[in-house]
């Protein structure tokens, strides 16, 4: 960051500071940050999908965008993945993995957000969310003047946007964050959907809390399944897609109608994929795989010209994009790259998952990718829940079986894992160093972890968490 914008972002949190209410007067684009919950980066026309029409709309987005074409979340599940593009941090920064028991750490106060950041520069925030994770409490909402959370689907979290873009002056600029769960199981979602791309009797066994049995069934393997029973889950979750992008056409349409869609940058991406059986489980948030990981990422900026970028990206990149895309002041806190004006520099690709007694990490560096679990080292109380400074710990010191090496090109789907790789010690060295140097930079205290009330615990487990 040059001196003049340093400068210049004291001066603004000065300003807002003094008077919480008053924003300083702000110039810019309109910033939309589109989050589809679990959508992998292979369900998307845009990505060269073509079994079933899953977003046409945001294929014609695509068409005027900036496509990353290879873009990874930093962890498999929500709770990890949203602070990460929200921060551009790590979760081994961020402190944020899952829930332990009825216990969950919340994003600190400290936390640089994109939402803070927009708001310190003037920009009107608002975010309509839906995903228990999500809820406030949890330190997502940092920065929003506006927050909704409540169960909703795509065709209300749109509505409510749209009366909140109406109630905003016409000449101020804004920053929307909507986040979208109706390409998640249960997937409550209209009947029309459900059936777009399958018949009633296909996807009828995976839709609603009933089926939770068989969608376990299947994943534990106590199930037999096929392909074509399969098919019919696909089915529904590309109609949850569908839905979604449908919704998102009435959006951008009307933002066409205000006049607003000129003068807005729009980016559209997944917190995390899906398995469907290709490692033996259906779901996600337990493993490194890339279907978990692979999502897709656009960038659409008025004027600027639609490219394809092929080069590994992180979703912590998101960070200092969409900051850079709205000029407005990138908070020096962030580990992401500007993949507005750097399209070219590649980083490893890290990604982290926490288990109960261990903790996996993978990095991805060229078509290799090496994945390791390190073990908890044995504690006065193996239940007690483990925090970020005993990852750390892990991450420093940390031992483990050896670590598996895939070769993505050879090996796409991550069927052959070769242990004693002759590129492990390499992978392994660089993986030792990108970690340490994350934990140089660990910036805050751990958020202070919040017990969970029943209805919450409840509302998680509705959907499998
Ligand atoms: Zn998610």
Same mark, same amino acid.
């Given at each position: 960051m040059s001196i003049a914008r340093r400068v210049l972002t004291v001066l603004l949190a000065v300003v807002a500071a003094c008077d919480s209410s008053s924003r300083p007067r702000a110039h810019g684009p309109n910033v939309i940050l589109i989050c589809m919950d679990t959508?992998? /980066?292979? *369900?998307v026309g845009w990505n060269g =999908? $073509?079994? *079933? /029409? $899953? $977003?046409p709309r945001l294929d014609r987005l695509a068409a005027e965008a900036l496509v990353f074409a290879d873009a990874t979340a930093t962890a498999g599940s929500t709770r990890p993945s949203v602070p990460s593009f929200l921060t551009g941090t790590y979760p081994l920064q961020h402190g944020l993995y899952g829930r332990e028991g009825d216990h969950v750490a919340p994003l600190a106060d400290e936390a640089n957000t994109l939402a803070e950041a927009f708001d310190a520069a003037g920009w009107h925030t608002g975010a309509f969310v839906y995903n228990?994770?999500? /809820?406030? @409490?949890?330190?997502? !909402?940092? @920065?929003?003047r506006t927050w909704q959370d409540q169960q909703a689907d795509a065709q209300s979290i749109r509505t409510r946007a749209e009366a909140w873009l109406d109630e905003l002056p016409d000449d101020e600029p804004f920053f929307l964050y909507l986040h979208f769960l109706?390409? *998640?199981?249960? =997937?409550?979602?209209p009947e029309a959907y459900a059936t777009k791309f399958a018949d009633a009797a296909a996807v009828a066994p995976f839709q609603?809390?009933?089926?939770w049995a068989l969608i376990t069934a299947i994943g534990t393997q106590e199930r037999p399944t096929s392909e074509a029973e399969l098919d019919g889950l696909r089915a529904l979750y590309d109609g949850g897609i569908r839905y979604i992008d449908d919704q998102l056409a009435l959006f951008f349409d009307e933002l066409e109608r205000d006049g607003e869609w000129k003068d807005t940058v729009v980016c559209v991406l997944a917190d995390h994929g899906e398995e469907?059986? !290709? *490692? @033996?489980?259906?779901?996600?948030?337990?493993g490194l795989w890339e279907n978990l990981l692979r999502v897709p990422w656009i960038v659409r900026v008025p004027g600027a010209a639609p490219e394809r970028v092929d080069v590994p990206v992180s979703l912590v990149d998101v960070f200092p994009t969409l900051l850079s895309a709205a000029g407005v002041p990138v908070p020096s806190t962030n580990e992401g790259i500007d993949r507005l004006h750097d399209r070219t520099t590649r980083t490893p690709i890290f990604a982290e998952l926490k288990e109960e007694q261990s903790y996996q990490q993978a990095l991805r560096s060229g078509e290799h990718k090496l994945v390791r679990r390190l073990r908890r080292a044995a504690g006065p109380d193996p239940n007690s829940p483990f925090k970020r400074e005993e990852i750390a710990e892990m991450v420093r010191h940390g031992t483990g079986p050896a670590p598996r090496v895939f070769d993505l090109a050879e090996d796409p789907g991550e069927h052959d894992a070769k242990q004693g790789h002759e590129l492990a010690p390499e992978l392994e060295k660089a993986l030792d160093g990108f970690g340490k140097e994350l934990l140089k930079r660990v910036r805050y205290r751990e958020g202070e972890r919040r017990e969970l009330d029943a209805a919450e615990v409840e509302r998680l487990r509705q959907l499998g968490y």
């Open positions: 959508v992998r /980066a292979d *369900h =999908y $073509t079994k *079933h /029409a $899953t $977003t228990p994770q999500l /809820a406030r @409490g949890n330190g997502f !909402e940092q @920065g929003f109706d390409a *998640h199981w249960p =997937y409550p979602i609603g809390p009933d089926s469907f059986m !290709e *490692h @033996g489980r259906i779901g996600h948030g337990h």
